[in-house]
């Protein structure tokens, strides 16, 4: 018989997929202050923060609830090439299929922005901006200069690089966003509704209050890093499950256990 732990391991695979969307009290938050901006005559948008903490299924979320009320469009990873990601733009603002490999004009996609100002307004929620050069950044602000198209970019933050700072990103925003890794009750709720979401009432049972604390400490609040640590613990709750299990106690996930998958990931150091 498969362990009862399969399906809660699964539960914590990365997923940007918008049926995993989960109402947080900070996910709420950022999507009504993203909804406002994006009523505001802006012309670009910053969605910022930490690898993992949830901006792109934020966006793919604003895409889903938006796309029967406005013309927005979601860009997940940016285009290898200039030539490739102005071809796509091509496309969503013409509305016009192309022939592949046609090198679209900068100037005259700047110049049919212009003729749509005041007839269509366009929003289109770029992904991964950081991967975007100032050139780049540069044509796009032209382009939302046209006012025919707003920019939400969403842009991470690492240790070592502040890219706000940098110079292409700072003259060009309005208005920032930022998303921050989550209090220990948004971390709980999320980790008990992901689980009840797919009837696993028991095992979210077993996570007690104690456990998320200790959950909260070793991944900071981080989405993606609880995610790993989740997936871990069931993994090794799927071992014993099936090879000891006199050494599992299916109302309460042993302490030992979360130490253990925090060690694996680097987490706790001995
Ligand atoms: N509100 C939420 N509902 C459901 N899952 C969420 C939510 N917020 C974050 N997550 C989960 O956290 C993980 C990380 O989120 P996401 O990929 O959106 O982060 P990110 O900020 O885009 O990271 P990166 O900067 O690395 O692209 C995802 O797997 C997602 O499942
Ligand atoms: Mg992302």
Same mark, same amino acid.
Not at 1 to 16: E, L, Q
Not at 218 to 238: D, P, S
């Given at each position: 018989?498969?362990? @009862?732990?399969v399906a809660a $391991?699964n &539960?914590f #695979? %990365?997923?940007?997929?918008? %049926? %995993?969307y989960i109402?947080l ?5 950022a999507?009504q ?6 009523d ?9 923060g /930490?690898p993992?903490?949830g ?5 793919n /979320?604003i895409?889903?609830k938006l796309?029967h009320? =406005?013309?927005i469009?979601?860009?997940?990873t940016?285009s290898? +090439?200039?030539k490739?990601?102005?071809y796509k733009?091509f496309?969503?603002l +013409?509305?016009k299929?192309?022939?592949n490999?046609t *090198?679209?004009?900068?100037?005259a996609? &700047?110049?049919f922005? $212009?003729k749509?100002r005041?007839? /269509?307004?366009?929003i289109i929620?770029?992904d991964e901006a950081?991967?975007? !050069?100032? %050139?780049?950044?540069e044509?796009? @602000?032209?382009l939302? !200069?046209? /006012? ?5 970019v969403?842009?991470?933050k +690492?240790?070592d690089e502040?890219?706000?700072? $940098?110079?292409?990103?700072?003259s060009?925003i309005?208005e920032?966003?930022e998303?921050k890794n989550?209090s220990r009750d948004?971390?709980?709720a999320?980790?008990?509704k992901k689980l009840?979401? =797919?009837?696993?009432f028991? #095992?979210a049972n077993?996570?007690k209050?104690?456990?998320m ?10 989405? @993606? ?7 871990t613990?069931?993994? #090794?709750?799927e071992?014993y !499950? $099936?090879?000891?299990?006199g050494?599992?106690n299916?109302?309460?996930?042993p302490k030992k #256990?979360? *130490?253990m998958a925090a060690?694996k990931?680097g987490?706790?150091h001995v």
């Amino acid at each position: 018989m498969t362990s @009862r732990y399969v399906a809660a $391991k699964n &539960v914590f #695979i %990365d997923s940007i997929d918008i %049926d %995993d969307y989960i109402e947080l009290n900070s996910s709420m938050t950022a999507y009504q202050q993203l909804q406002h901006s994006m009523d505001k005559p802006l012309k670009m948008i910053l969605l910022f923060g /930490r690898p993992g903490t949830g901006k792109s299924i934020l966006l793919n /979320r604003i895409h889903e609830k938006l796309k029967h009320q =406005k013309e927005i469009y979601y860009f997940d990873t940016p285009s290898p +090439t200039e030539k490739e990601f102005f071809y796509k733009l091509f496309k969503v603002l +013409t509305q016009k299929e192309l022939p592949n490999n046609t *090198e679209v004009n900068f100037t005259a996609l &700047v110049e049919f922005c $212009k003729k749509l100002r005041g007839k /269509r307004e366009i929003i289109i929620l770029l992904d991964e901006a950081q991967m975007y !050069d100032a %050139d780049m950044m540069e044509k796009i @602000r032209l382009l939302s !200069d046209t /006012r025919a198209v707003k920019f939400v970019v969403s842009l991470h933050k +690492t240790e070592d690089e502040d890219l706000i700072a $940098k110079a292409h990103f700072q003259s060009r925003i309005w208005e920032v966003i930022e998303l921050k890794n989550a209090s220990r009750d948004d971390q709980t709720a999320y980790v008990h509704k992901k689980l009840l979401k =797919k009837n696993l009432f028991e #095992i979210a049972n077993s996570i007690k209050v104690k456990d998320m604390k200790l959950i909260h400490q070793v991944t900071e609040g981080n989405y @993606r890093e609880c995610n790993k640590l989740m997936f871990t613990i069931f993994e #090794i709750c799927e071992y014993y !499950d $099936k090879n000891e299990p006199g050494k599992l106690n299916y109302t309460h996930i042993p302490k030992k #256990i979360i *130490e253990m998958a925090a060690l694996k990931l680097g987490h706790l150091h001995v």
